[in-house]
C-alpha cells in the first residue's frame, strides 16, 4: 500500500506539553504543566455569552468577527495602550491567538521565509511557522534577567529574514521586554524591513510595578507590527478560543481571508461574552489579576527554592523556569518524569522551549491555578527532599 502521512505530520507532533499533561491524568496528580488557567470566570463574560445564545447569535459572523466585539478589543486597546485601531478594518477576531498568528502567518509569510524569535520560545510559534513552511530563526536570551543586543539580531539575520517574533510577556520565561529593548528592536525591524509579529495575551500579568509596552505603539512601529493577543487567559476562557490580532489594514484583510478559510470564525456567542466582558471590567479587573498572580507566582518560587529547584523569577506571564538539574535523569523529559512521580506535581521539560540542548535543566511549571491546588502542588514540592 502507497498510502501515508503528509510530511507536514513530521511539524506537529504532540507538544510536550500536552505529553506531560497526558501523564499528569494517567498519575492523578496536579497539573503545573499546560497553562489551561482554571480559575472562574467573570460572570458578565458568561452572562455575554448566554444571552447571545437566546438573542440568535449562532450562526456564522463576518470573516474578521462581529461588529460589537471588534469595536471592543478597539475601545480597550486605545484605553490600556494608547493604540488607535479602526475596528474596521485593523481588527481580526479569530480562534484564539493561535490561530491569528497561523492565518497572520498563511497571509505574510512565504514558503523559506525566515523568522526570529527569541529562546526560550513557545513550541506553538515555531510549530506554526513551520506549518507554512517557514524558517524559524532563534537567538538566544540570556538568564537571568533574559538580555539580548543589537549583535545577537545582526548574527543571525539574513537576506531572508521576513519577520521577528516578540512574546511580551514571554511564555516561557516571563520575560517582559523593556521600553529600551523593543525600541532595539524596532531600529533592527525598521532597518532590514520586517514584521514584528507580537503575542501579548500575557499583557495584564505583570509583576513588580513592572509595566507592558505594546510594541506597536512606539514611533513607526504600527504599519508593520501585527499584533497578537486575545482573552483566553485574562478571562481563564482558553476553551472558548477567542482571540485577534490587530494591523494595518493593508495586512488585515488577506489575514481575514485565511481565517474564513480555516476557522470561518470564532464561535458568535463566545464573541459577545468577550465583547460584555471587555466593555464592563474597569481597570481594577486587570489590576487585580497583576495582584493576585504576583501572590501565585512568590508561592510557588518560594516552593521551589525549598525543594533545592532554584527558580528563574518571572516579571510577567504566569509560568516559572526552575533549574532541576539535581533531580535524576539524563535529560530534561526524565528529570521532570521523575518529580511526577515522587510527587504527583507535573511541570514541563525544559528541552520543550529550546531548539538544542540548552534546556535540559529546566522546567517551566504553571501557578495560574486556584489557591487551594496551588497550596498543595507547593506542599507537595517542598517535600521532595524527604522522598
Given at each position: 500500500?502507497?498510502?501515508?502521512?503528509s510530511?507536514?505530520?513530521?511539524w506537529?507532533?504532540?507538544?510536550?506539553?500536552?505529553?506531560?499533561?497526558?501523564?499528569?491524568?494517567?498519575?492523578?496528580g496536579?497539573?503545573?504543566?499546560?497553562?489551561v488557567?482554571?480559575l472562574?470566570?467573570?460572570?458578565?463574560?458568561?452572562r455575554?455569552a448566554?444571552?447571545?445564545?437566546?438573542?440568535?447569535?449562532?450562526?456564522?459572523?463576518?470573516?474578521d468577527?462581529?461588529?460589537?466585539?471588534?469595536?471592543?478589543?478597539?475601545r480597550?486597546?486605545?484605553?490600556?495602550?494608547?493604540?488607535?485601531?479602526?475596528?474596521?478594518?485593523e481588527?481580526?477576531?479569530s480562534?484564539?491567538?493561535?490561530?491569528?498568528?497561523?492565518?497572520?502567518?498563511?497571509?505574510?509569510?512565504?514558503?523559506?521565509d525566515?523568522?526570529?524569535?527569541?529562546e526560550?520560545?513557545?513550541?506553538?510559534h515555531?510549530?506554526t511557522?513551520?506549518?507554512?513552511?517557514?524558517?524559524?530563526?532563534?537567538?538566544?536570551?540570556h538568564?537571568?534577567?533574559?538580555?539580548?543586543?543589537m549583535?545577537?539580531?545582526?548574527?543571525v539575520?539574513?537576506p531572508?529574514?521576513r519577520?521577528?517574533m516578540?512574546?511580551t510577556?514571554?511564555?516561557?520565561?516571563?520575560?517582559?521586554?523593556?521600553?529600551?529593548?523593543?525600541?532595539?528592536?524596532?531600529?533592527?525591524?525598521?532597518?532590514?524591513d520586517?514584521?514584528?509579529?507580537?503575542?501579548?495575551?500575557?499583557?495584564?500579568?505583570?509583576?513588580?510595578g513592572?509595566?507592558?509596552?505594546?510594541?506597536?505603539?512606539?514611533?513607526?512601529?504600527?504599519?508593520?507590527?501585527?499584533t497578537?493577543?486575545?482573552?483566553?487567559?485574562?478571562?481563564?476562557?482558553?476553551?472558548?478560543?477567542?482571540g485577534?490580532?490587530?494591523?494595518?489594514?493593508?495586512?488585515?484583510?488577506?489575514i481575514?481571508?485565511?481565517?474564513?478559510?480555516?476557522?470561518?470564525?470564532?464561535?458568535?456567542?463566545?464573541?459577545?461574552?468577550?465583547?460584555?466582558?471587555?466593555?464592563?471590567?474597569?481597570?481594577?479587573?486587570?489590576?487585580?489579576?497583576?495582584?493576585?498572580y504576583?501572590k501565585?507566582?512568590?508561592?510557588?518560587?518560594?516552593?521551589?527554592?525549598?525543594?533545592?529547584?532554584?527558580p528563574?523569577?518571572?516579571?510577567?506571564?504566569?509560568?516559572?523556569?526552575a533549574?532541576?538539574?539535581?533531580?535524576?535523569?539524563?535529560?530534561?523529559?526524565?528529570?521532570?518524569?521523575?518529580?511526577?512521580?515522587?510527587?504527583?506535581?507535573?511541570?514541563?521539560p525544559?528541552k520543550?522551549?529550546?531548539?538544542h540542548e540548552?534546556?535540559?535543566?529546566l522546567?517551566?511549571?504553571?501557578?495560574?491555578?486556584?489557591?487551594?491546588?496551588?497550596?498543595e502542588?507547593?506542599?507537595?514540592l517542598e517535600?521532595?527532599?524527604?522522598?
Amino acid at each position: 500500500m502507497t498510502l501515508k502521512l503528509s510530511t507536514r505530520r513530521e511539524w506537529v507532533a504532540q507538544s510536550e506539553i500536552r505529553s506531560m499533561t497526558l501523564a499528569c491524568n494517567e498519575k492523578q496528580g496536579i497539573n503545573l504543566a499546560q497553562g489551561v488557567c482554571d480559575l472562574e470566570v467573570p460572570a458578565e463574560v458568561l452572562r455575554g455569552a448566554a444571552e447571545a445564545m437566546e438573542k440568535g447569535f449562532n450562526t456564522y459572523t463576518r470573516y474578521d468577527g462581529l461588529q460589537e466585539v471588534r469595536e471592543a478589543i478597539a475601545r480597550k486597546q486605545k484605553s490600556f495602550t494608547g493604540l488607535e485601531v479602526d475596528p474596521e478594518g485593523e481588527v481580526v477576531v479569530s480562534a484564539g491567538a493561535t490561530g491569528a498568528f497561523y492565518c497572520a502567518a498563511l497571509a505574510l509569510l512565504d514558503p523559506e521565509d525566515e523568522v526570529i524569535l527569541f529562546e526560550p520560545f513557545y513550541g506553538y510559534h515555531v510549530t506554526t511557522l513551520k506549518a507554512v513552511q517557514a524558517v524559524p530563526v532563534f537567538v538566544p536570551l540570556h538568564p537571568p534577567d533574559w538580555l539580548f543586543s543589537m549583535e545577537d539580531l545582526e548574527r543571525v539575520v539574513t537576506p531572508r529574514t521576513r519577520g521577528i517574533m516578540v512574546n511580551t510577556p514571554a511564555n516561557p520565561s516571563g520575560k517582559v521586554f523593556t521600553r529600551g529593548e523593543l525600541e532595539i528592536i524596532a531600529r533592527f525591524a525598521e532597518k532590514h524591513d520586517l514584521f514584528v509579529f507580537t503575542d501579548e495575551i500575557y499583557e495584564h500579568f505583570v509583576y513588580d510595578g513592572v509595566d507592558h509596552v505594546a510594541p506597536a505603539t512606539l514611533p513607526g512601529m504600527k504599519e508593520r507590527t501585527v499584533t497578537i493577543s486575545g482573552l483566553s487567559k485574562t478571562f481563564s476562557i482558553t476553551g472558548w478560543r477567542v482571540g485577534y490580532c490587530l494591523c494595518d489594514r493593508r495586512w488585515a484583510q488577506s489575514i481575514g481571508y485565511f481565517n474564513d478559510l480555516v476557522y470561518v470564525c470564532a464561535p458568535a456567542p463566545l464573541q459577545m461574552g468577550v465583547a460584555r466582558g471587555l466593555l464592563t471590567l474597569g481597570p481594577d479587573y486587570y489590576r487585580n489579576i497583576s495582584q493576585d498572580y504576583q501572590k501565585k507566582r512568590d508561592r510557588l518560587c518560594e516552593a521551589l527554592s525549598n525543594a533545592g529547584l532554584t527558580p528563574l523569577i518571572p516579571r510577567g506571564a504566569y509560568y516559572i523556569l526552575a533549574d532541576i538539574s539535581s533531580l535524576p535523569g539524563k535529560d530534561s523529559k526524565e528529570r521532570a518524569l521523575h518529580l511526577l512521580e515522587q510527587t504527583g506535581v507535573a511541570c514541563v521539560p525544559g528541552k520543550a522551549f529550546y531548539h538544542h540542548e540548552s534546556g535540559e535543566h529546566l522546567a517551566r511549571f504553571c501557578f495560574a491555578k486556584e489557591d487551594p491546588v496551588l497550596d498543595e502542588a507547593c506542599r507537595r514540592l517542598e517535600r521532595l527532599k524527604g522522598f
